[in-house]
C-alpha cells in the first residue's frame, strides 16, 4: 500500500508540475498572468491550443474602431478578406500616397533585394492602431520587396490590407495569432505558397513558405515564429531542423532566404548546426554591434519587466542559388528599424525590425 501511495503523490506532483509549466507558457505567450493562464487552460482542459484559441477568440476588432469611419461600421460585419483578392475600394494605400515615398530613390530600376523582418507584438494590443499605422510608414520609407511579420492577429491584417494594397499579403493562419509575408506587387510575383506544420508545437507555430519569382529570379521566401520561452529549447531546435532541411533540401536554382523570430539562443543553433550553404547574415556582414539585439528590455520598455534582457532572437538566414548561370545574391546591408518612440510613448513593438539588403554579384 505504500507504494501505491508513494506512487500516486508522483502521479499528482507531475501533474502539478506540467500544468505549471504550461501556465507559465501560456502567460509568456499570451501576455497575460498565470491566474488569466490557469483559468483558460483549466476550461480547455489543459489543452494549449484550445486555450490559446480561446483566448484569442475575444472580438479585438474594437482595437482598430478608431482607424474606422461610422459608415463602415452600420453595415453587417464583412467576410475577411482572403489572400489574392481583390481590395475593397475604399483602402487607402499608405505605402503609396505619402510625399516621403516620392523623395525616396526609386529602387524599380534595380535588381537589389530588400527585406523586412518584425515581430509587430500584435498580442499586445495597446495602441496597436497607432502602432501598426507606424509600421505602414516604415513600408514607406523603405519599400521593402517583401516584409516577413510575425505575432499578426486578424485585425492588424485587416488594417495591413486596407492601408498597404500595394502588397500582396500571404496569411500563416486565420485564428489566434500567427504569420505574415507581404510581396511588393510591382517587383515581386507570387507563383505558390504553403503551411508546414511544426508536429509538436504547443504554441500554434508554423513555417510559412512562399515561391516566388523576382526580376527573373526565383527565390523561396520563409518565416516563422519560433517556439518561444527558454525552456522550450528542444522543441525550437526542432523546428529549426525543419526549417534548416527545407533550405538544404531546396533547388540549386532558387536563392533562399528566411527571416523570423526564432527565440534562438546561440547554443541551440550551435547544437543543431547549419548547412553549409546556409549563412547567419548578421554573421555574415561581420557580427555589427549595432544590429545585434532585437530583443532589448534595456532600450525598448514596451514591456514592463523587472530584468534587462538582451537578445538576438530575431535571425535571417540566407542560401544562394548555386547552379550554372542562374544569379547570385549576396546579403549586402542590415539595420536594425523602429528605434524611435510613436507620439504615444511607445514603440511599434516590443522587437527591433530588421532591415536587409541583397545585391546580385
Known amino acids: 500500500m505504500a507504494a501505491s501511495s508513494d506512487s500516486d503523490k508522483a502521479s499528482v506532483s507531475n501533474v502539478e508540475e506540467n500544468r505549471s509549466r504550461l501556465c507559465d507558457e501560456f502567460a509568456a505567450v499570451a501576455g497575460t498572468d498565470i491566474a488569466v493562464a490557469q483559468c483558460y487552460l483549466a476550461e480547455n482542459d489543459w489543452e494549449m491550443e484550445r486555450a490559446l484559441n480561446s483566448f484569442f477568440e475575444a472580438d479585438m476588432e474594437k482595437v482598430f474602431e478608431v482607424e474606422d469611419s461610422p459608415e463602415r461600421e452600420t453595415g ?58 507606424g509600421l505602414c510608414s516604415f513600408l514607406v520609407l523603405y519599400t521593402p520587396d517583401v516584409v516577413f511579420l510575425q505575432e499578426l492577429i486578424p485585425p492588424y491584417i485587416q488594417y495591413l490590407k486596407k492601408r498597404a494594397v500595394s502588397y500582396l499579403i500571404i496569411e500563416g493562419g486565420e485564428e489566434g495569432y500567427f504569420t505574415g509575408i507581404m510581396l511588393k506587387k510591382s517587383r ?46 528542444q522543441e525550437r531546435m526542432k523546428q529549426l531542423r525543419v526549417v ?96 524611435e518612440k510613436l507620439d504615444c510613448g511607445r514603440y511599434i513593438s516590443d522587437h527591433w525590425g530588421i532591415y536587409c539588403s541583397f545585391s546580385a554579384g
Not at 507563383?191 to 511544426?198: F, G, Q
Not at 534595456?298 to 519587466?305: D, R
Open 188 to 233: 515581386v510575383k507570387l507563383v505558390e505558397s504553403e503551411i508546414v506544420t511544426y508536429p509538436t508545437t504547443q504554441m500554434m507555430r508554423n513555417l510559412l513558405v512562399a515561391q516566388v519569382n523576382f526580376k527573373g529570379q526565383k527565390l523561396c521566401l520563409m518565416t516563422s515564429h519560433l517556439e518561444s520561452c527558454k525552456g522550450q529549447a
Open 244 to 339: 534548416m532541411q527545407r533550405m538544404r533540401e531546396a533547388p540549386d536554382d532558387l536563392t533562399v532566404v528566411f527571416g523570423g523570430d526564432t527565440n534562438l539562443r546561440d547554443t541551440e543553433v550551435a547544437k543543431v548546426g547549419l548547412p553549409s550553404k546556409v549563412c547567419d547574415v548578421w554573421e555574415c556582414l561581420g557580427k555589427q554591434e549595432h544590429c545585434r539585439y532585437t530583443w532589448d528590455t534595456k532600450a525598448n520598455n514596451n514591456k514592463t519587466v523587472p530584468y534587462v534582457s538582451r537578445c538576438r532572437f530575431d535571425r535571417v538566414y540566407f542560401r544562394p542559388a548555386s547552379k550554372d548561370g542562374v544569379p547570385r545574391q549576396a546579403p549586402d546591408h542590415m539595420a536594425l528599424v523602429g528605434l
Open 76 to 133: 453587417p460585419p464583412t467576410k475577411r478578406q482572403k489572400t489574392g483578392e481583390k481590395p475593397p475600394q475604399d483602402c487607402i494605400d499608405l505605402t503609396e500616397e505619402s510625399p516621403a515615398s516620392s523623395s525616396k530613390p526609386s529602387e524599380e530600376d534595380n535588381n537589389k533585394l530588400s527585406l523586412i523582418s518584425w515581430n509587430v507584438d500584435g498580442l499586445d494590443t495597446d495602441n496597436l492602431a497607432e502602432r501598426a499605422r
